[in-house]
C-alpha cells in the first residue's frame, strides 16, 4: 500500500480535522502503538482492519511525519488578522473561494442572513454538535454560498438549488484545512452575534415543528436547505 501525507496542512483537507481532535484529546502523553496505528489509518483515510501491518518503527515514522506535516504552513503575504474573543489571533477567511469552478462568498454579516439560515444552523448543532463536531464542513457550507445566489435559492417549482448538504460535501473535499481553521477563528469570533438570533430562530422552529406533529405527527429532524 502507497502512502501520500500531505506536506502541510495547505494540502491537508477537513476531513483531516478528525486527526487532530484526536490528538488534542488524548492530550500530552506517550501513545501506545495501537493508539498510533489507529490515528495513522484515521489520517489515511483507511479502515483500521485493512490498514497495512507495519513494524512499529514504521508505524512511529508516519505518525511523526503527519504530526511534522500539520504543525508546517507555508507563509502567504498579506494576510490579514484578527483577535478573537478568546485572546488569540486568526488569520481573516478568504472574502471568496473557488471550487470545481464556482465561486462561492463568505457571508460575513450574519445579521443579513434569512431565519431558515438560523434554524438549520440550529438543526445543525442537534445533528451533529454544536459547532459542527460530528460534521464540520457544514460550517464552510454555512458562511460561504455561491455567488449570486441566496441561502436555499429556490427555482420557479420551489426546489431548493443549492443545497447546504450539496454544498458540504464539496467543501469537505476540496477546502484545505489551513482555510477551514481559519474559518473557525472568523466563526467563534462572530458567535455573540450568532447566538441570539439563534435563539429566536429555535423558538420559531420548535412552533413550526410542534405545528407538523399536530397535523402529521411527523417530528424528524432535517435540514430545511
Not at 473561494?97 to 462561492?104: A, D, P
Not at 443549492?162 to 481553521?181: C, H
Request: proline share 5%.
Amino acid at each position: 500500500m502507497e502512502i501520500k501525507i500531505p506536506k502541510n496542512i495547505t494540502e491537508m483537507r477537513i476531513k483531516h480535522l478528525a486527526f487532530i481532535s484526536k490528538l488534542a484529546e488524548l492530550g500530552e502523553k506517550e501513545y501506545s502503538i495501537s493508539e498510533i496505528r489507529q490515528m495513522n489509518a484515521a489520517f489515511l483515510q483507511v479502515p483500521f482492519d485493512e490498514f497495512p501491518n507495519y513494524r512499529p518503527k514504521d508505524d512511529i515514522r508516519i505518525f511523526t511525519t503527519i504530526c511534522k506535516a500539520i504543525s508546517t504552513k507555508p507563509k502567504k503575504a498579506n494576510e490579514q488578522t484578527f483577535i478573537g474573543p478568546d485572546g488569540k489571533e486568526y488569520i481573516e477567511p478568504d472574502e471568496s473561494v473557488e471550487y470545481n469552478g464556482i465561486i462561492y462568498t463568505l457571508r460575513k454579516d450574519f445579521t443579513k442572513l434569512p431565519t431558515s439560515w438560523y434554524m438549520d444552523i440550529d438543526i445543525a448543532f442537534e445533528m451533529h454538535g454544536e459547532g459542527f463536531e460530528k460534521m464540520p464542513e457544514l460550517m464552510a457550507a454555512f458562511c460561504y454560498i455561491e455567488k449570486g445566489l441566496l441561502y436555499g435559492q429556490k427555482d420557479e417549482n420551489k426546489v431548493v438549488i443549492n443545497s447546504v448538504m450539496d454544498r458540504s460535501k464539496v467543501f469537505a473535499e476540496f477546502m484545505p484545512l489551513d482555510k477551514f481553521m481559519n474559518l473557525q477563528g472568523f466563526f467563534l469570533w462572530k458567535w455573540h452575534v450568532l447566538q441570539p438570533l439563534l435563539m429566536e430562530a429555535r423558538a420559531k422552529r420548535k412552533r413550526i415543528q410542534n405545528q407538523n406533529q399536530n397535523k402529521n405527527g411527523n417530528g424528524k429532524k432535517r435540514l430545511i436547505h
